[in-house]
């Protein structure tokens, strides 16, 4: 009896995004950093928030300072356009780049030492001039670079191998954002994708600052039990305070009637939706936010989700009454004025 082998069946079209891009397409360079390192996990999650999206990676782009964190940009959206800048002094590269050039998406990577040592004055000022810009800090606890030193996040009392025993109270990067009035707070841990990516894909559609405190444990330094930056302690003591979701402007809206769900919509028309877990929490009510962040600090609770959104505030370009077509696009002869044009200014004086 003859047999007859079945044709295999035809290899399937690998999946791609509104432009027609496969999501590999948005990948880097291959990572540096320690094997199972937090880091990691976020640049994954930042190349498929923006592969579904559908951004255009050439009009990204990517900013950085000094640490393990501010090596990641190397690692997703390789057709990006990239800065890596000095010690703390991302937020200040992030805003020439973009007054210059408005019409980029930008995404801003620190660390708990970058952004909570040396850099906090400038993170405190992006976030009251309310740049926009996705503002991420993978927060570990330590130096991670230089060999696991405490930074300013590290808990009061930790004690590490090398470093000793931490004296100094940890600063909590949520309630600073806050108070220097940034209009979208959320905290996450690395270990959870699925809330980290419906967050970036938040922060990517907000006008104005997007500020993300990812919880990123450092395998090397950082990663015993007692640490709330390690991942044993955030899989075990995460309390999310939502269920978060997003909706894009180019998707029909359906949403199933909840008496505990709270919809946003942005600026652009996509949608987050909150289905709340605490079942009093209004993302949009600063007080609120306050005294959340304000109790799970002095009760060491490690709250993750959407703290604060405000979408009615202007942002830096809108406050400095930039024209619409990007600065680097006009011809000198708009940028320069003119002899006499000076000439009328000095003559005001």
């Given at each position: 009896m003859e047999t007859v082998k079945k044709a295999a069946p035809a290899p399937r079209a690998p999946k791609t995004n509104l432009i027609g891009l496969e999501k590999t397409d948005y990948r880097g360079r291959p990572s540096t950093l320690c094997k199972g390192c937090g880091h990691d996990s976020i640049s994954q999650r930042i190349i498929n928030a923006v592969w579904e999206l559908g951004l255009d990676q050439t009009q990204v782009i990517k900013l950085s300072g000094i640490g393990c964190s501010s090596k990641t940009p190397a690692y997703f959206l390789g057709y990006s356009h990239g800065f890596n800048s000095v010690h703390g002094r991302m937020p200040s590269v992030a805003t020439g780049a973009i007054v210059a050039n408005r019409s980029l998406t930008a995404i801003g990577i620190s660390?708990?030492?970058?952004?909570?040592?040396?850099?906090?004055?400038?993170?405190?000022?992006?976030?009251?001039?309310?740049?926009?810009?996705?503002?991420?800090?993978?927060?570990?606890?330590?130096?991670?670079?230089?060999?696991?030193?405490?930074?300013?996040?590290?808990?009061?009392?930790?004690?590490?191998?090398?470093?000793?025993?931490?004296?100094?109270?940890?600063?909590?990067?949520?309630?600073?954002?806050?108070?220097?009035?940034?209009?979208?707070?959320?905290?996450?841990?690395?270990?959870?994708?699925?809330?980290?990516?419906?967050?970036?894909?938040?922060?990517?559609?907000?006008?104005?600052?997007?500020?993300?405190?990812?919880?990123?444990?450092?395998?090397?330094?950082?990663?015993?039990?007692?640490?709330?930056?390690?991942?044993?302690?955030?899989k075990e003591h995460q309390v999310s305070l939502q269920e978060l979701n997003f909706v894009p402007k180019y998707d029909e809206i359906e949403i199933d009637e909840y008496d505990d769900e709270t919809e946003v919509q942005m600026h652009d028309g996509s949608w987050i939706v909150l289905k709340k877990l605490d079942e009093d929490y209004d993302p949009t009510d600063r007080d609120a936010a306050y005294r959340t962040l304000e109790h799970a600090r002095r009760e060491q609770k490690f709250l993750t989700g959407l703290f604060y959104i405000n979408e009615d505030q202007p942002d830096t370009n809108e406050l400095l009454h930039t024209v619409d077509e990007p600065l680097v696009n006009l011809p000198e002869s708009k940028l320069k004025p003119s002899r006499e044009s000076l000439k009328k200014i000095m003559a005001g004086f």
């Open positions: 660390g708990d030492g970058d952004t909570a040592s040396i850099g906090l004055g400038q993170f405190k000022h992006a976030m009251r001039r309310n740049l926009p810009l996705v503002y991420i800090v993978e927060n570990n606890g330590v130096y991670g670079l230089t060999k696991g030193q405490f930074s300013a996040t590290a808990d009061q009392g930790q004690q590490l191998k090398y470093a000793g025993v931490n004296d100094m109270p940890p600063l909590d990067l949520c309630l600073e954002a806050l108070a220097a009035n940034a209009t979208f707070i959320g905290r996450s841990f690395a270990g959870d994708a699925k809330q980290v990516e419906a967050l970036l894909k938040a922060a990517l559609s907000h006008r104005g600052i997007a500020f993300l405190d990812i919880i990123s444990p450092c395998v090397t330094f950082n990663n015993h039990d007692t640490s709330t930056k390690s991942y044993g302690w955030g």
